[in-house]
C-alpha cells in the first residue's frame, strides 16, 4: 500500500499542467496600425505561441494599444533615440532576450535590422510582405506592382536576413486581380492572406516544423504531416 501511495505521489508531483513556457515565446516588431499583429493575438497567442513583447519603431502606433489591450510588454525603440542603428539594434535586441523571446515576427515593422541584431535571433526572424517575392521588395510594394502592371498579386512570409525582403520564402499565397488599379483595392484583398498566412507561419515554426533543404537551403522545407491553419480564430 505504501508503494502505491509513492508511486501516486511520484505521478501527481511528476504531472505539470501546460504553461506559457510551453508555448513558443514571440516577440512582435510594429511601426503602424498593426492588423497583423492583432491577427498574431486573436489566433496563435495563448496556443501554439505567446506574444511576450511588442516592440515598435514609432512612439505613438496604433499597434502598440492592441498589444497593450491584452496585457503584452511594449515598448518603443525610435531611432532617434539612438546614435545609430547598430546602437539601437542592440537595445530592441537586449529586451526581446530579457523577455524570452525565441522568434521574433515583424509585423509592418518600417526598420532595417542589421547583423547585430540578426545576430542574436538566429534563423529566427521572420517577415510578412505584400508581394509575391522576389519581385517588389521594399517599400511600396503593391505600388510597384501596379505601377509594372501585374495581373496577379500576393503575400509573402519570408525568414529576414541582411538584404531587403532577401530571405528564404516560409509561404506565399496568390491572388488574382486583373483590373486592380487602385492600392487600396489591392490592399483590401491582400489583408485577409497577410491576416492568414503570419499566423501559419508562426505556428509551423512553433511546431518545428520548418526546416533548410538539405540541396537547397533557401528552399524551406514543411514537415509532411504539418497541419497548416487556415486562420481560424
Ligand atoms: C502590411 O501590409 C505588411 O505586409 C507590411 O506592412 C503592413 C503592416 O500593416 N510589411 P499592419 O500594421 O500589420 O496593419
Not at 521594399?138 to 495581373?151: C, R, S, T
Not at 498579386?153 to 496568390?174: C, K
Not at 486592380?180 to 489591392?186: H, L, M, T, Y
Amino acid at each position: 500500500m505504501g508503494d502505491w501511495v509513492g508511486v501516486v505521489c511520484e505521478v501527481a508531483h511528476s504531472y505539470r499542467p501546460p504553461r506559457v513556457s510551453d508555448r513558443l515565446p514571440i516577440a512582435v516588431l510594429v511601426s503602424g496600425t498593426g492588423t497583423n499583429l492583432q491577427a498574431l493575438l486573436d489566433t496563435v497567442h495563448g496556443r501554439e505561441a505567446e506574444v511576450v513583447a511588442v516592440a515598435s519603431s514609432v512612439v505613438e502606433a496604433p499597434a502598440l494599444e492592441r498589444a497593450q489591450a491584452r496585457g503584452v510588454a511594449t515598448a518603443a525603440f525610435a531611432r532617434g533615440d539612438y546614435a545609430d542603428r547598430g546602437e539601437r539594434d542592440r537595445a530592441l535586441a537586449d529586451w526581446l532576450v530579457e523577455r524570452g523571446a525565441r522568434l521574433v515576427v515583424l509585423a509592418g515593422y518600417m526598420e532595417l535590422l542589421g547583423a547585430s541584431f540578426l545576430d542574436r535571433f538566429p534563423a529566427a526572424v521572420i517577415n510578412v510582405h505584400p508581394s509575391l517575392l522576389p519581385a517588389f521588395p521594399g517599400l511600396g510594394a503593391i505600388e510597384q506592382a501596379l505601377a509594372y502592371g501585374v495581373k496577379v498579386f500576393g503575400v509573402t512570409v519570408h525568414f529576414v536576413d541582411a538584404g531587403v525582403d532577401s530571405g528564404a520564402i516560409i509561404l506565399q499565397r496568390a491572388v488574382e486581380l486583373p483590373d486592380a488599379r487602385d492600392p487600396d483595392e489591392v490592399l483590401a484583398a491582400l489583408r485577409p492572406l497577410e491576416h492568414s498566412l503570419l499566423p501559419e507561419a508562426v505556428a509551423l515554426f512553433a511546431a518545428g516544423s520548418l526546416g533548410a533543404d538539405p540541396d537547397n537551403p533557401r528552399r524551406i522545407a514543411i514537415r509532411a504531416d504539418a497541419a497548416i491553419r487556415s486562420g481560424e480564430g
